[in-house]
């Protein structure tokens, strides 16, 4: 009976497989004619058919006759599975199928250890020629879902065994079975083999990068790979090539890579995003600009249109979902590029531009469209106050002291009910305990609103003095100042100033020298000369204070005190730290500015009289 | 537990709703729109009181929310997801007649083609901004709460976040409340800043102070200050509305929509109530009192955050969290203005919070989270239990949803709910009292707002000062411009007149007056010139006196250029009525040919008053500048024009000859020698010309050989003595009265209109001789004498004077001669025409004048045709002709009557 009713059978549930298949297939091929929704219920439809049929074919007994038709069924089901993201479903599938199979031709039950286990089965059933182009095709399933589940140990052990399928699978085709309908494949086994290698490849350098192995990464990566490879994947290929290169030190080289995988692929934004990396580390601003450009450009396009079919069975994303590769290729959102573009742009010369970037970057905020760009990445903006004072300063940079009056103002009005009447520091901050539920209120931001409005105020204060209106100037100051002052900082023997301390000490000396220099304009030299001193004590690198003070010595008739203090600060290198010193607390371009030509020659003159 | 009846009013029966699932019920407008927990959504009409639209979905609907702008509703439905239905296509009544009444409810059966999301899991959702706005649902999956954000206008999916779950007990929680016919799902809220504009532009949500209810219920404001100290200064700058989702597990979360992904954690816990929140919402005072956020436990937790002050050392705000509690369970919850209103199933209560009608509370006693101290919570549960008033009861059971309230002019409060038998109700509320908190400044900004008024009267104060003292300074401009124009018309206007005025009613005159002086033995002229301000205005600062020097005739080498000389004295100040007097120096004796043109004029500088660059610019504008002739910023006024002569230069000596004075070294003895030759000579000169010839009358000037030259000059007594004022012949003193009076009125009359007697000797004063030294120190003799003239014959005779004039020096006699000639000329001009003249002896004397005219000219002819035709006459020759003939032109028989 079973013997008449198994060709029968078989031939019934081939066709079956087949049907689905050809659907499928049919479906792939027609391309648009379908909407995207149709395709993805058609996927499931399939997905669910292939299982019925593969429930079907697993009701009976294994029989050897029936291996090739079930295992390859189950390549098509598991394939489906995959599609619907079942993953743990189609191992589970995988590797009871296998089961079976190996009990139908009589072995053992393997153990779970899949190295063992597939060592066992490429014994049994490898060895038979008929099995052997099915069971490889299972290998290579078993390996794409060891890939997706970033089980890399696994297939670093089967080393040798996944580099012989090639000759496995293609051996498989030419010894072509008796039966006349042959029980099709979702996939081609050698092109998912293609794809798996060259993600695999991709995986094993990620993660050697990101254990720090460069070198060895780097000879993972330089294997041959197949040139027909999606583009995408030789994109990322060349461009984690150029990050084991550029870590090891030798950036021209990783640029070359980075320029490759542009080359292969224009929308690899990672690579663009790592030479921007290397042309700040070569101190190459203008190609870093001109780059940055780029990158907000590409990223502001709009995504590329989906394909109206449903995606592929497998997709290279669903092979690689390793962390450590997205922290890797991963690429800022568009508004902290539009940042540092601006940035960029307002250090280094072309202040206009970096202040439409920067009012770009405040609308972008403003909007709501941002939200459609989903990136979760650590943040790379500033506080917002910050931008708010960056975009201020730039502004007052640019000659437009109206705006950054405006946007001082908003800051000021946001943060004016904040501040408080003390604070007391001490030094060292304590950490907060992470992990505690959040505080209501501001915790930590309770010195970062006085420095913000502090700055905003010195900001409104510098644009007063540029408009030349100083009382309004000494004003600001004085306001910058009296809130500064509420601060209280309690050293404790701790040497390296933190950050927050070390900006309240710059603004506190910027706000005293502003002030002082606006009293030099109201003639009220004693104040001024107070004042300048102050900051000079203060925050010791702010250079227009020590010229001003010179000055304003040399104004009061104290030409040997000025003369002092001029060789006093021409001898010491006044080259201090302004690393990490926010925008808006660089000396102000625009203010004052003081005939130092004529003082040096003034002071040296007199330097020169007193010296003969 | 005090209590109070709201009259309930049934509006219709439903079915009672499936036990296990929230009923919703949602007032909006006119519409109440109710869930049950069946497939359908029930819309009622509260005018019409009837079912008005039945939607029904495909499955049955556990959730629904109305948009923010009212324009639709989202229904989450257990199989499928969200589904979002606009509300304006449920009233199709154009279609429908009116008088279509009977037939019941319109069904809309809602298709999978208003899926907004396909998302099984959706617990719960809210969408701000209406429909270009965000759709935010909340699900869970996967151990862990998703937050989901969607474009409402397409819903398409924007970005996730996710917060694990924590609470272990949710589940047996759950199923307890599956016994007492609740499912917990997540309670969502979107808060603004108040100070912030919604991102919806729908009219509804401009309303202001807003109301929880005015925006669905779901969407409310919350003071700048504590949105600030809740979300952050961030948020609080872009204005991002923030998402509150209060988790089932007690746990309330904030998200914010619009701020970029600022660290992986965008959710953040902000409070844990450790019981299944059933709602958040705010209370409003009627006034913008303080204004706190509340949160409503399952199990009677409440918890208001509001801000307070901060620690002493700290001295800012600080936003304090109140736990109390009241009798659980809470089904669910509205807020009022006042208060919440809930209710437990068995009964519907109205709780009143404190911080809307009290001051909050003080800071030690409530949980200040901003110091992150958490100590021991149950215990400050307890202590804060007190501070929530008990709730009064209103005697409503079995409210299993709650909408609303609506607040109607004259204060009444409504609600709607939804009973567990499925009853529709409107519920009245007794009317409360309600007061209003008073707005106050916040202490921490008063200083600032002190120093910032009093910067500002600074300011004001500065500039009123500047301001005064411009208008000061203006106005002394404008004061003093008055005055110069005052003097410019009353001198304008005298000049326009004429020159009829004379001298003396001049309101501002001056007159000259020479004067010799002696300084280091040198003789010198000085012109002493004196301003007499009869005006009645002061000449002040700013204006010049000026007097320019110019010799009428002056020597040709000099010719080409102006020799005048002008000196200017500037005004300190002229009261009416004052004077001044400048000494100029005329001349070291000899040097300037007289007689001299004295002007006098007076200048204003406008750019003293106007200051340079005013006048610069004033000048610039031309038109009006020179309109007013003010070239150069000056404005000139000629005062009057003097004539300072050889008479004027004259030092009388007396009426005898000089004789040599020892005293005066200076003058050299040929000088004095020459004297009194002269005076020798003239005497016979005299006498000699007084025997004279027939020619009688006229003028003559005759030269001796021994240099004395002379001329004279005849005037009729009759007019001398008209104009001079003298008495007539026959009534007293002897004719020598009359020419001393003449020669007195020559010697003192004129430029300086001064006494003559002070100009010499006294007894000069009668004699009819006079002597005096001229310029380059030659003795010249006046005489006067009377004589008569006339054809005796003809019995026509005149009594006349005769004026003559000797001097060694021909210039002095031909200066003299002028000098003379000009003051009659002078004085005949004030008399002309009042006489008749006889034309007899006129006729006589024109006749031979015309002779001696012709004859003087034949001579001229003569004496110029050598020079014309080349021939070497010596220049000596020619001059002694000329000169012959020029004294001949002299000799003027004519009298001058």
Excluded at chain 1, 460 to 477: E, F, I
Excluded at chain 1, 545 to 560: F, H, K, N, S
Excluded at chain 2, 163 to 172: A, E, I, K, Q
């Amino acid at each position: 009976m079973s013997h008449v009713t198994a060709p029968c059978l078989l031939d019934r549930w081939t066709e079956e497989n087949n049907a689905v298949v050809d659907k499928w297939k049919q479906h792939r091929d027609r391309g648009d004619a379908v909407t995207r929704e149709q395709g993805l219920t058609l996927l499931k439809w399939c997905y669910v058919e292939s299982h019925k049929l593969l429930q079907k074919i697993q009701g009976v007994l294994a029989v050897p006759a029936h291996i090739q038709l079930e295992l390859t069924v189950v390549y098509n089901c598991c394939l489906f599975s995959f599609s619907q993201t079942q993953l743990t479903e189609a191992e589970h599938l995988l590797t009871h199928s296998l089961e079976r199979a190996l009990g139908a031709v009589g072995c053992d039950r393997p153990p779970p250890n899949p190295p063992v286990f597939w060592c066992m089965v490429l014994k049994s059933l490898g060895s038979t020629p008929s099995l052997r182009s099915c069971t490889l095709q299972l290998l290579c399933l078993h390996w794409a879902l060891w890939l997706s589940t970033w089980r890399l140990g696994h297939i670093q052990e089967l080393q040798e065994e996944l580099r012989s399928l090639s000759e496995g699978l293609g051996a498989g085709e030419v010894t072509v079975e008796r039966s006349a309908v042959r029980p099709a494949v979702l996939v081609h086994p050698r092109d998912l083999k293609d794809l798996l290698l060259i993600c695999t490849v991709i995986a094993q350098g990620a993660e050697l990068l990101c254990e720090g192995r460069c070198s060895e990464a780097l000879t993972v990566l330089q294997r041959d790979s197949s040139p027909l490879a999606p583009r995408e994947l030789l994109a990322q290929i060349h461009t984690l090539t150029g990050l084991c290169l550029s870590r090891t030190g030798r950036p021209h080289s990783a640029m070359q890579c980075y320029r490759k995988a542009l080359e292969t692929d224009v929308r690899c934004v990672c690579a663009l995003h790592q030479s921007i990396l290397v042309y700040r580390q070569l101190g190459n601003t203008q190609a870093e600009i001109q780059a940055l450009r780029l990158l907000h450009s590409v990223l502001m396009m709009p995504p590329a249109t989906q394909p109206a079919v449903a995606p592929p069975i497998i997709c290279p994303a669903s092979l690689l979902p390793g962390q450590s590769l997205s922290s890797l290729l991963s690429v800022p959102s568009p508004l902290s590029v539009l940042h540092s573009l601006a940035q960029k742009c307002v250090l280094h010369g072309s202040v206009s531009e970096g202040v439409e970037h920067y009012l770009d970057l405040l609308a972008a905020l403003q909007s709501d469209h941002q939200l459609s760009q989903g990136f979760s990445e650590p943040p790379s903006l500033p506080r917002l106050p910050e931008l708010y004072l960056e975009a201020g300063s730039s502004l007052l940079t640019a000659q437009r002291p109206a705006d950054c009056l405006a946007l001082c103002d908003e800051v000021i009005s946001t943060t004016l009910e904040l501040l408080p009447e003390r604070l007391l520091l001490e030094e060292p901050m304590e950490a907060s305990v992470p992990g505690s539920p959040d505080k209501l209120g501001l915790g930590q931001d309770r010195l970062g609103v006085v420095l913000w409005s502090g700055a905003a105020y010195l900001l409104q204060a510098h644009c007063y003095s540029h408009l030349k209106d100083w009382k309004q100037a000494v004003t600001h100051y004085t306001r910058c100042i009296n809130l500064l002052m509420k601060v209280c900082v309690k050293q404790k023997g701790c040497v390296k100033l933190e950050l927050g301390v070390r900006t309240l000490q710059r603004l506190k000396g910027l706000a005293l020298a502003g002030r002082g220099i606006s009293f030099t304009h109201r003639d009220q030299k004693r104040e001024s000369l107070r004042d300048l001193q102050l900051s000079l004590q203060a925050a010791p690198g702010c250079a227009s204070a020590g010229l001003w003070l010179t000055e304003v010595l040399w104004r009061l008739g104290r030409r040997q005190e000025a003369a002092a203090f001029w060789e006093k600060t021409q001898s010491s290198s006044t080259a201090s730290s302004l690393e990490g010193v926010p925008l808006y607390l660089l000396d102000p371009q625009t203010g004052p500015s003081l005939d130092l030509t004529d003082l040096r020659r003034r002071v040296e003159e007199f330097i020169n009289t007193r010296h003969s | 537990m005090e209590a109070r009846c709201a009259v309930v009013e049934t509006w219709a029966e439903f079915g009672c709703p499936s036990p296990g699932t929230a009923a919703n019920v949602i007032w909006s407008g006119e519409d109440v729109l109710i869930c049950t927990g069946s497939d359908e959504v029930l819309v009622f009409n509260t005018q019409e009181l009837k079912l008005t639209a039945v939607l029904q979905f495909l499955s049955p609907v556990c959730h629904m929310v109305l948009s923010e702008d009212k324009q639709s509703v989202y229904a989450v439905c257990e199989s499928d997801g969200v589904y979002c239905v606009s509300l304006p296509t449920l009233h199709p009544r154009s279609p429908t007649p009116p008088a279509d009444q009977s037939p019941g409810p319109a069904l809309f059966k809602v298709s999978s083609n208003s899926l907004a999301a396909r998302d099984k899991g959706v617990c719960s959702l809210i969408e701000v901004g209406g429909s270009g706005g965000t759709l935010v649902t909340v699900s869970l999956r996967d151990a862990a709460w998703w937050f989901t954000l969607y474009k409402a206008a397409d819903h398409q999916k924007l970005t996730q976040f996710s917060l694990p779950v924590v609470s272990v007990g949710h589940h047996v929680e759950s199923e307890e409340n599956g016994a007492a016919g609740l499912v917990m799902r997540p309670v969502l809220a979107c808060v603004y800043s108040s100070d912030a504009p919604p991102l919806s532009s729908s009219s509804t949500t401009t309303k202001l102070p807003p109301l929880s209810s005015s925006l669905g219920g779901k969407h409310f404001f919350l003071e700048p200050l504590l949105f600030k100290l809740l979300f952050g200064v961030d948020a609080a700058l872009i204005n991002s509305p923030m998402i509150l989702c209060g988790l089932p597990d007690g746990r309330l979360c904030s998200l914010p929509l619009l701020l970029p992904g600022r660290s992986g954690s965008c959710v953040r816990v902000l409070h844990s109530m450790e019981q299944p929140i059933t709602f958040i919402g705010t209370t409003t005072g009627t006034n913008d009192g303080p204004q706190c956020l509340v949160a409503v436990g399952q199990w009677g937790r409440v918890v208001l955050v509001r801000t307070c002050e901060g620690g002493p050392e700290e001295g800012s705000k600080v936003a304090a969290l109140t736990e109390g509690c009241v009798s659980g369970p809470v089904v669910c919850v509205c807020a009022g203005r006042e208060g919440l209103y809930y209710s437990t199933g068995s009964d519907l209560l109205a709780l009143d919070l404190p911080g809307v009608r009290e001051a909050a509370p003080k800071p030690e006693e409530s949980l200040v989270v901003g110091h992150g101290e958490r100590q021991g919570q149950g215990q400050a549960m307890v202590r804060e239990s007190a501070t929530l008033q008990s709730p009064v009861s209103l005697n409503v059971c079995r409210v299993i949803a709650l909408a609303g309230p609506s607040h109607n002019a004259s204060g009444i409060v409504q609600l709607v709910a939804l009973s567990l038998r499925g009853r529709l109700q409107r519920l009245t509320l007794p009317k409360g009292t309600e007061v209003g908190g008073i707005p106050r400044l916040p202490l921490s900004q008063v200083g600032q707002r002190v120093r910032d008024l009093l910067a500002a009267i600074g300011d004001v104060c500065e500039r009123a000062s500047v301001l005064k003292s411009t208008i000061q300074s203006k106005n002394h401009s404008l004061r003093h411009l008055n005055q110069v124009l005052n003097v410019c018309c009353l001198l304008l206007a005298n000049q326009n007149s004429g020159e009829q005025l004379p001298v003396s009613k001049k309101p501002i005159r001056c007159h000259v007056v020479a004067k010799w002086s002696r300084l280091l033995q040198r003789d010198s002229l000085n012109l002493t010139c004196v301003l007499d301000n009869s005006s009645p205005y002061v000449l002040e600062r700013n204006w010049t006196f000026c007097v320019r020097v110019l010799p009428l005739s002056y020597p040709l080498p000099a010719g080409g250029e102006n020799t005048s000389q002008t000196f200017s004295f500037p005004f300190q100040k002229l009261e009416p009525g004052g004077r001044m007097e400048v000494l100029l120096p005329l001349t070291a004796a000899g040097d300037t040919s007289f007689p001299v043109t004295v002007s006098c004029s007076l200048f204003y500088s406008l750019q003293s008053l106007l200051g340079s660059e005013e006048l610069s610019r004033l000048l610039a504008n031309g038109e009006p500048a020179s309109c007013l002739g003010l070239e150069g910023g000056w404005v000139s006024l000629p005062l009057d024009t003097l004539t300072v002569d050889w008479l004027d230069a004259l030092q009388v000596t007396g009426t005898t000859p000089p004789h040599r004075d020892p005293n005066r070294p200076s003058i050299s003895p040929d000088t004095v020698s020459m004297d009194i030759v002269e005076a020798f000579l003239s005497t016979r000169r005299i006498r000699g010309s007084g025997r004279g010839d027939g020619e009688g009358g006229g003028e003559r000037m005759v030269a001796s050989d021994g240099g004395l030259f002379s001329a004279s000059i005849k005037v009729s007594t009759e007019l001398l003595r008209g104009t001079l004022g003298l008495e007539p012949p026959g009534s007293a003193g002897p004719s020598q009265g009359v020419c001393g009076s003449v020669l007195g009125w020559l010697l003192s009359q004129g430029t300086g209109g001064e006494d003559w007697s002070g100009r010499g000797d006294k007894r000069g004063q009668e004699s009819s001789v006079v002597y005096a030294r001229c310029l380059g120190r030659h003795t010249v003799k006046l005489t006067a004498k009377e004589v008569t003239v006339g054809d005796t014959s003809v019995k026509e005779v005149k009594e006349a004077v005769e004026v003559q004039v000797q001097c060694s020096s021909m210039a002095a006699v031909c200066g003299l001669h002028h000098a003379v000639l000009s003051r009659v000329q002078a004085l005949l001009q004030g008399t002309a025409g009042t006489r008749e003249s006889s034309m007899g002896v006129q006729g006589l004397g024109l006749r031979q004048a015309l002779q001696r005219a012709q004859v003087l000219s034949e001579h001229l002819q003569e004496a110029r045709i050598p020079e014309a035709i080349g021939l070497g006459m010596t220049t000596g020759q020619t001059t002694k002709t000329l000169f012959s003939i020029y004294r001949q032109l002299r000799e003027n028989p004519l009298l001058i009557l």
